[in-house]
């Protein structure tokens, strides 16, 4: 169970580091378009040499690999373009602290739209949750964008959706096969997206493509090859649990390593989620 531990809290600071890598992009001169592609892309080709070489891939049937790449293709383009945008226009640790909403919504869009089990006693730390959303959007933010909150709530709700509809599509034989092929969905939609906004452009600083690796490298392939490493050790509910670092350690970095500043409401705020979502994760 040590080793799991581990292996979940590594997963959740490399997700974490996203927030970092991507600004360091950004002052290189990426765009979010050809920033998405790189990511997506490098990912793929990571993923693909490692199953390889360590003999883990697995051929799935056409239908199955198609649905994830159409799963891929619409969702997680949409929550790789919200985020990436809105990133560009809000804080890193407000983008981070959309995060801890994700599980809640997953929840309610259980029981709403599958007719899923909703325990009394999650009420409490949901209503922590929304109690620590409210102190921390309580006061207006000096020089925050309202398009990149915007993109963050239909980030939330895309991920709910991606969630619900592709927890039975991730094959359990093999997942890291099955998220490659989402992964090259998500490479396809990023090049139309790009192409689109006219951010496929590659002429930024050499150190954009370092940016870009890290980004690839740690902040999706090691995060998601931890996070399964984690749930065969622990299962998916203690993992679950674990992965609540996640939104802790991005605002961290975004303080201790990007300069941003919170204020002591909106600190209480961003711990009173965290706190609510640990409790809904453990309860449910």
């Known amino acids: 169970m040590g080793k799991g ?14 927030v970092v890598f991507v600004r360091f992009a950004y002052q290189a001169g990426l765009q979010p378009g050809a920033a998405l592609v790189l990511r997506f892309v490098f990912a793929a080709a990571l993923l693909v040499m490692y199953l390889w070489f360590s003999g883990s891939w697995v051929r799935l049937p056409s239908k199955e690999s ?10 997680y383009t949409t929550l790789g373009v919200t985020w990436f945008v809105a990133l560009s226009m809000i804080p890193a640790w407000l983008v981070s602290l959309f995060s801890p909403f994700q599980p809640v919504l997953v929840i309610l869009g259980s029981w709403v739209f599958l007719k899923g089990d909703f325990r009394p006693r999650l009420l409490a730390p949901l209503s922590v949750v929304v109690l620590g959303g409210v102190l921390l959007f309580w006061q207006p933010f ?30 359990r034989r093999s ?8 992964f090259c969905g998500a490479a396809a939609g990023s090049v139309i997206y790009a192409l689109g906004m006219g951010q496929l452009s590659f002429h930024f600083a050499p150190l954009g493509w370092l940016w870009a690796g890290c980004l690839a490298l740690f902040s999706t392939v090691l995060a998601i090859t931890f996070f399964w490493a984690g749930v065969r050790r622990l299962g998916p509910a203690r993992s679950a649990i674990i ?42």
């Open 5 to 18: 531990i581990l292996f979940a809290a590594f997963s959740a600071a490399f997700f974490s580091s996203g």
């Open 66 to 75: 198609l649905g994830l790449f159409i799963l891929g293709l619409a969702a």
């Open 142 to 171: 000096s020089a925050v964008q309202v398009l990149g909150l915007v993109l963050m709530l239909v980030n939330l709700v895309v991920y709910a959706a991606y969630v619900l509809v592709g927890q039975g599509m991730i094959n």
């Open 175 to 182: 997942p890291e096969t099955a998220v490659w092929w989402v």
């Open 243 to 284: 992965s609540a670092l996640d939104p802790f350690f991005s605002v961290c970095l975004a303080v201790g390593v990007l300069g941003e500043r919170l204020q002591p409401q909106q600190l209480i705020g961003g711990v009173l989620i965290i706190a609510g979502v640990v409790f809904v994760r453990m309860w449910s």
